[in-house]
């Protein structure tokens, strides 16, 4: 069965530093390549996404790298806040009925 | 305007119990999903429907579950003879037509199987 494969599964980076996530997909049918953020108690939401005839992609302190050659994007937090302590799901979409699946997420803590 | 919404919040049940989880959808949003979430874990694919098409079953993990949804609006998802593994939180998204990517969920059902 296709997947999703996101790494790392946990991560933890102290306020103000770089906070990378990476999103490794198998193939896909996606017009956009989404990050989605989730808190505690609460459903996903969409954070940032990304066309994939963009190499790059930023709003604010989130920024969406897309490498198409390897199948691969990765979201970055600049200066990252523990407000942005969250799991975090990359997703693809796997055929053009709208199949949709996510990664197993990765859950970040930023200290304080 | 109203997101997705979901009820119960919070169902405890009984194993071997039947129960039904409610998705009230974004109004004029075709696409609606149906995700389970155990503790700590990713969300896995559950069921799909679009508009007026057959609904993709494929990730149901038992003939157990079930799902409805009349046209455009309200889904149900019926889990039977409820098993202590069915115990997670079950989300709900909806979309429009055309942004796949963008999907909307609910808050959850948090269903404990005791």
């Known amino acids: 069965q296709q997947q999703v494969k996101q790494s790392p599964q946990s991560l933890i980076v102290q306020k103000g530093g770089i906070s990378i996530i990476n999103c490794a997909y198998e193939n896909t049918a996606f017009d956009y390549f989404p990050w989605y953020q989730q808190f505690p108690g609460k459903g996903p939401a969409l954070l940032i996404a990304?066309?994939?005839?963009?190499s790059e992609k930023k709003e604010g302190r989130f920024t969406i790298s897309f490498n198409k050659s390897a199948k691969q994007f990765s979201l970055h937090i600049m200066d990252s806040q523990p407000g942005d302590s969250a799991t975090y799901f990359c997703a693809d979409r796997l055929n053009r009925d709208d199949k949709i699946i996510f990664g197993k997420g990765t859950r970040l803590h930023i200290l304080p | 305007g109203a997101g997705v919404s979901q009820s119960p919040s919070n169902k405890v049940t009984e194993k071997g119990k039947d129960v039904e989880l409610r998705c009230d959808p974004i109004?004029?949003?075709?696409?609606l999903y149906w995700y389970r979430q155990r503790l700590g874990q990713g969300l896995e694919f559950l069921i799909y429907?679009?508009?007026?098409?057959?609904?993709?079953k494929s990730g149901l993990p038992s003939d157990r579950f079930s799902a409805e949804r009349t046209g455009e609006s309200v889904s149900t998802l019926t889990i039977q003879r409820t098993q202590q593994e069915d115990s997670a939180v079950y989300l709900c998204?909806?979309?429009?037509?055309?942004?796949?990517?963008?999907?909307?969920f609910g808050p959850g059902t948090r269903l404990t199987v005791t």
């Open positions: 109004s004029g949003h075709t696409a």
């Open positions: 429907f679009q508009g007026n098409s057959a609904p993709d």
């Open positions: 998204a909806s979309r429009i037509t055309g942004t796949t990517y963008e999907q909307y």
């Open positions: 990304i066309r994939p005839d963009v």
